[in-house]
T-cell receptor, first 116, second 114 residues
């Protein structure tokens, strides 16, 4: 089925470890996003990529890096995980024409990350 | 700064009842879009309904409708004839036209009881 695929679905890390969350979409969307979801705070934008080859910081970028490997893939890397990064992470993509996620946007199924 | 506030952390109603979820937002922009997302226990984010700020007519999608009050910056979601499958977390969100950042509220956990 077409959509946004995130891996892994669950991950447990120790403080200081690194890992990369993978995201791929097969809808030929130009824009891709990484959000984190914390209890009582809704979803917050970490980074986004408006088009292949570009990335920009969102609301909470500290402690993260991203790579827009190609049009399909947008990865999120934690170089040195901290307990404050325990969260659910969502990747999303959308058509770029209006840059409006909700109109033509799709979310992945999320990654539950725990940092001990 | 743009903000979205959902003042009801939790709500609970009986099956077949009508329930209204509240949402207020703050922006100085005039062109924007508003959304309600549903997140069931599966964690999937599902777009329920959207509203363009320039449209005066309230959006409707089957049992879901909104009450959009632009001057009051209010965007409530009404679910009619509620069903057990409506049990989920509901998020209100908005985005400025041309922007990339979708701003979410804190969410309302809705439980539909049999």
């Amino acid at each position: 089925n077409a959509g946004v695929t995130q891996t892994p679905k669950f991950q447990v890390l120790k403080t200081g470890q690194s890992m990369t969350l993978q995201c791929a979409q097969d809808m030929n969307h130009n824009s891709m996003y990484w959000y984190r979801q914390d209890p009582g705070m809704g979803l917050r934008l970490i980074y986004y990529s408006a088009s292949e080859g570009t990335t920009d910081k969102g609301e909470v970028p500290n402690g993260y890096n991203v790579s827009r490997l190609n049009k399909r893939e947008f990865s999120l890397r934690l170089e040195s995980a901290a307990p404050s990064q325990t969260s659910v992470y969502f990747c999303a993509s959308s058509e770029a024409r209006q840059g409006v996620l909700g109109l033509r946007g799709f979310f992945g199924s999320g990654t539950q990350l725990s940092v001990l | 700064a743009q903000t979205v506030t959902q003042s009801q952390p939790e709500m609970s109603v009986q099956e077949a009842e009508t329930v209204t979820l509240s949402c207020t937002y703050d922006t100085s922009e005039s062109n924007y879009y508003l959304f309600w997302y549903k997140q069931p226990p599966s964690r999937q984010m599902i777009l329920v309904i959207r509203q363009e700020a320039y449209k005066q007519q309230n959006a409707t999608e089957n049992r879901f409708s909104v009450n959009f009050q632009k001057a009051a910056k209010s965007f409530s979601l009404k679910i009619s004839d509620s069903q057990l499958g409506d049990t989920a977390m509901y998020f209100c969100a908005f985005i400025i036209q041309g922007a990339q950042k979708l701003v979410f509220g804190q969410g309302t956990r809705l439980t539909i009881n049999p």
